[in-house]
């Protein structure tokens, strides 16, 4: 019998900060297993970093062999894009599902599927961040029974916040260490009621904690903004409960149990929301059509009042940069000026106002006609994709380019010899993107996903270019000689995803084990499948950070 283990996931935790409130004492269950573990520093793709980390960890696979880069997925044939949720794992099934004999719990793991021959239970979207999947578990009615005894999440479908609205981020606080209390609850039942070969559990609270409280622990540009005071460290306060819950789990793990504590990506100040939702789009907006503006193109008055406190409070991000666009047609501007955003959208969806051959779509329109992610600015520039050489597609993380190809995109108007003419001045115009206030380059590079713009594989992502942003720049204002000022915009989340992750080993008899100190996301699974077979499984990219000899030197 292998040494039972006991994953514990932190999602999008930021390995600097936890190490520092490690070392100041603040997170004593956590510093428990850093000191007397195995430290091994993990990295993830910089592609699609927010959108690619659960399917590489699930399935030991690349995107370039999945072939899944995003939830959201651009058909050629609408220049439209769609939800597709998580990856279908019929070609690659999750690695829990490769330990055969053994007794398996996976307990709100994200962007997964039931796995029909894993021996054990399955539960899903109980109140994980960004799920992509439905609220099912393995047997069926066991979902109903943890939210019955223990209760539901109060974050699931619903962990958005406004960081410009204190009382909402306390909220946001409240409802999270409720959640992580009843997380803990329903682990320790599970690992104290039934013997399992291995147990998985994915705290989402942390990945939505580094989002919205970012400013609160760190220095931020968006404190600059806020008049009411923050004086409380929300983001050490949910790692602080997150650690309380850990502890709850350490003393009901079996004695005899190893525990990985990790995390598949990072996070840090946010760099990319507004440079991948806004500006990109915009700037590929005025590129293609010179002289027009519509983020931030309105009176320099009306695009200030946006980006204040009680604006954003009352109105949101969406809501506050639609009030900054400027649109075709005197009257739907002269209205925009006078009146709120949303009596703005009460009066635009009952006159006759939406001019949609030539105009951008707001997100309430968008919203209204069943649009999925209406919020994503580059779904505002969507019907005029047929006629732009290049366009932004909605992104949680790098800025993603699509040329409109001939014979790939159905109106495609750059032919396959000007492709690569074309993506080398985009690559020049976006390396002069500077932030207006201390000109520092927001582009840190722009990688071309295709050697040939006619390749069909389908695992290729839909993006021709990936631009990737500056770590060290936050902006929320931004100019180039060729496309002028875009900004100042609201600030959004405060914090956004970083490619870097962690894994620690702690447990029984780990001393001896060879735990690399380096390695890669897609290495996981197969750690946690030699950990638990004793044997890794050969049939994925991955590779075991613990050797084989010393997993099954340990067995008992």
């Not at 504590?261 to 990109?280: C, K, Q, Y």
Request: glycine letters at 8%; charged letters at 20%; one cysteine or more.
């Amino acid at each position: 019998m292998m040494h039972p283990v006991v994953a514990l996931g932190l999602d999008s935790a930021d390995s600097v900060a936890i190490e520092r409130w490690v070392e100041s004492g603040e997170l004593p269950n956590i510093a428990k297993i850093y000191h007397a573990g195995k430290y091994c520093a993990l990295r993830n793709y910089d592609w699609y970093r927010a959108e690619t980390p659960w399917t590489t960890f699930l399935t030991g696979a690349s995107p370039a062999a999945t072939g899944y880069w995003s939830p959201i997925k651009y058909d050629a044939s609408t220049y439209k894009t769609k939800l597709i949720h998580s990856f279908d794992f019929k070609k690659y099934r999750p690695f829990y599902a490769k330990m055969p004999g053994k007794k398996v719990a996976v307990f709100d793991m994200p962007q997964t599927a039931i796995d029909q021959s894993v021996d054990g239970i399955q539960v899903l979207a109980w109140g994980t961040h960004s799920g992509q999947t439905a609220s099912v578990s393995e047997p069926p009615q066991l979902w109903d029974d943890i939210v019955q005894k223990y209760g539901p999440h109060p974050l699931l479908n619903n962990d958005g916040g406004n960081c410009y609205n204190y009382a909402r981020m306390l909220q946001l606080f409240e409802d999270m260490k409720t959640g992580i209390q009843r997380r803990a609850d329903a682990c320790v039942d599970l690992i104290k009621n039934k013997q399992w070969d291995f147990f998985l559990t994915i705290f989402g609270e942390s990945h939505v904690a580094g989002h919205y409280f970012w400013h609160l622990g760190n220095s931020h540009p968006i404190n600059d903004f806020l008049m009411e005071t923050a004086p409380r460290n929300l983001l050490l306060e949910a790692f602080k409960e997150i650690d309380t819950a850990i502890g709850r789990i350490l003393e009901v793990m079996p004695r005899n149990a190893r525990l990985m504590l990790f995390s598949a990506h990072g996070m840090g100040p946010n760099t990319m929301d507004l440079p991948s939702i806004v500006f990109l789009p915009e700037f590929l907006y005025r590129w293609n059509f010179p002289g027009k503006k519509a983020i931030g193109g309105v009176s320099p008055k009306l695009n200030k009042r946006s980006i204040t406190q009680d604006f954003q409070k009352k109105y949101g991000m969406a809501g506050a940069l639609w009030s900054t666009t400027k649109e075709r047609g005197w009257l739907k501007n002269w209205i925009k000026r006078l009146v709120a955003p949303n009596t703005y959208r009460k009066i635009e969806s009952h006159l006759s106002l939406n001019t949609l051959s030539d105009s951008i779509l707001g997100p309430a329109l968008l919203r209204e006609s069943g649009r999925d992610e209406p919020f994503q600015c580059p779904n505002w520039y969507e019907n005029l994709r047929p006629e732009m050489k290049a366009f932004s597609l909605p992104s949680f993380s790098e800025g993603y380019i699509r040329i409109n190809l001939k014979g790939r995109d159905r109106n495609g108007i750059v032919s396959p010899d000007e492709y690569e003419e074309l993506c080398n001045e985009l690559i020049r115009e976006l390396s002069e993107l500077k932030d207006v206030a201390t000109q520092a380059k927001l582009v840190d590079r722009v990688v071309k996903t295709r050697s040939n713009p006619e390749d069909t594989d389908p695992n290729l992502p839909d993006a021709d270019l990936v631009v990737i942003w500056n770590e060290d720049v936050v902006s929320n204002h931004v100019a180039c000689a060729s496309i002028g000022e875009i900004g100042p915009v609201p600030f959004w989340r405060t914090g956004s995803h970083r490619a870097n992750g962690f894994a620690v080993l702690y447990g029984d008899n780990t001393d001896d084990v060879a735990f690399r100190d380096s390695g890669h996301v897609i290495d996981l699974g197969e750690t946690f499948i030699t950990l638990v077979n004793g044997t890794p499984s050969g049939d994925t990219e991955g590779v075991s950070l613990v050797s084989t000899s010393a997993a099954a030197a340990t067995a008992e």
